[in-house]
Every structure is written in C-alpha cells, then in structure tokens.
T-cell receptor
Framework: EAGVAQSPRYKIIEKRQSVAFWCNPI?????LYWYQQILGQGPKLLIQ????????DSQLPKDRFSAERLKGVDSTLKIQPAKLEDSAVYLC??????????????FGQGTRLTVV | GDSVTQMEGPVTLSEEAFLTINCTYT??????LFWYVQYPGEGLQLLLK?????DKGSNKGFEATYRKETTSFHLEKGSVQVSDSAVYFC????????????FGKGTSLLVTP
C-alpha cells in the first residue's frame, strides 16, 4: 500500500513569509497528525485530527500556525508569518484507529523547512 | 504531563557488540510504549511496542520489556550490525492525550565495521 505522502520535501523561505505543507495519509486512516521536529529533538505533536475534526491542537501556536483537513483525507499545515525558530522538519503521520493506545502510526518523510 | 527520557547519544559501537539504549517514562495511568527508528534518509517507522506491564516487544533482533516498577522500556540487541545505524526514539501513548505519540529526544547509533 502507498505510504503517507508529503510535499514539498524541502522549503527555504525568509522570515515573515508564509508557507504551506501538504499531506496525503494512507487510504482509510481516520487519524492524522502533524509533528514538528527541531534538529536534535524528538518530534513534538502540533495537531491531531480524527476524520476532519480536531482532537488536540493544544501545542499549535495558533497566532501563526493553522491546519485543516478537508473531507477527512488530505491535510495542509500553514505558517504565516514564519519565524527563524520555525526551522524544523514537519512530519505528517496517520493511523487506522482512534482511541486505541497501541495503534501504529505511519510517518511520511517530512518537509524540511529552513527560515532565513 | 507525560514525558519520555532517553539516554544521550551519539552511541558508537563496533559490529557484533551488545546494544542498550535506556528509556524511562513519566505517565499517569497505563501508557503503551514504543520504539521508533529513523534510518538515514527515511521516515520514522515502528520498531516494536508493548502495551502493558511485563510485555516484551521484539523485532529484527531488538527487544524491550515494559517495566512498570522502574517506569522503563530499555532497548536491547545482542549483536548490532552496520545496517542498524540510525536514530532510535522511545515514545508513549496515553488516553489523556488522545493516544498521540509522545517522543523522547532520540538516540543516534553508529555501528562501525
């Protein structure tokens, strides 16, 4: 089966510009996650969707970050305006079931964002 | 809140050496525990998991046992190979956070011939 697809793979922007990332999860996966991974750290959850509803966005900096999952499939994550500290790899993941602790999450290869 | 602590890397081992990567956690209730691996140039992938105390997860020669008394989930392998060079992440899921993965900082492993 096809894995989690993300684009673009790399993006370089200047601070105060905007940027958007796209994610297509594995077909049939109800749950979609966006993580931010800063160099040398583990991934940090930004937002979790179940179908097209938000389960948890408590760590999303809502003054500059936004995310949507239209029709419960694809998702976009936007940053506007970007700051230098937003430089990171943005990972999208999906899982089949929700409300179950041992469900495996499948990750895309990520988008590496550099803000200069 | 819940958290995961891993040993600092990088860890450098010779091929066929024994590997241990320490992982401890802080969590309420009954979390599930995971090890994910990130090979160079690839995405994160599940290596093994355990869902309750005393469970042992295993895969590709790697093992980890869920120890509730010591809140630990150490990763071990008896004989590492060059192809095991990667970054290893310990993580947990819990009902109080919608079962999203909560990761440690990762431990980089380099295996030399």
């Amino acid at each position: 089966e096809a894995g989690v697809a993300q684009s673009p793979r790399y993006k370089i922007i200047e601070k105060r510009q905007s940027v958007a990332f796209w994610c297509n999860p594995i077909s049939g996966h109800a749950t979609l996650y966006w993580y931010q991974q800063i160099l040398g750290q583990g991934p940090k959850l930004l937002i979790q969707f179940q179908n097209n509803g938000v389960v948890d966005d408590s760590q999303l900096p809502k003054d500059r970050f936004s995310a949507e999952r239209l029709k419960g499939v694809d998702s976009t994550l936007k940053i506007q305006p970007a700051k230098l500290e937003d430089s990171a790899v943005y990972l999208c993941a999906s899982s089949l079931r929700t409300g179950v602790g041992d469900t495996e999450a499948f990750f895309g290869q990520g988008t590496r964002l550099t803000v200069v | 809140g819940d958290s995961v602590t891993q040993m600092e890397g990088p860890v450098t081992l010779s091929e066929e050496a024994f590997l241990t990567i320490n992982c401890t956690y802080t969590a309420t209730g009954y979390p599930s525990l995971f090890w994910y691996v990130q090979y160079p140039g690839e995405g994160l992938q599940l290596l093994l998991k355990a869902t309750k105390a005393d469970d042992k997860g295993s895969n590709k020669g790697f093992e980890a046992t869920y120890r509730k008394e010591t809140t630990s989930f150490h990763l071990e392998k008896g004989s590492v190979q060059v192809s095991d060079s990667a970054v290893y992440f310990c993580a947990l899921t819990n009902s109080n956070s919608g079962y999203a993965l909560n990761f440690g900082k990762g431990t980089s492993l380099l295996v030399t011939p």
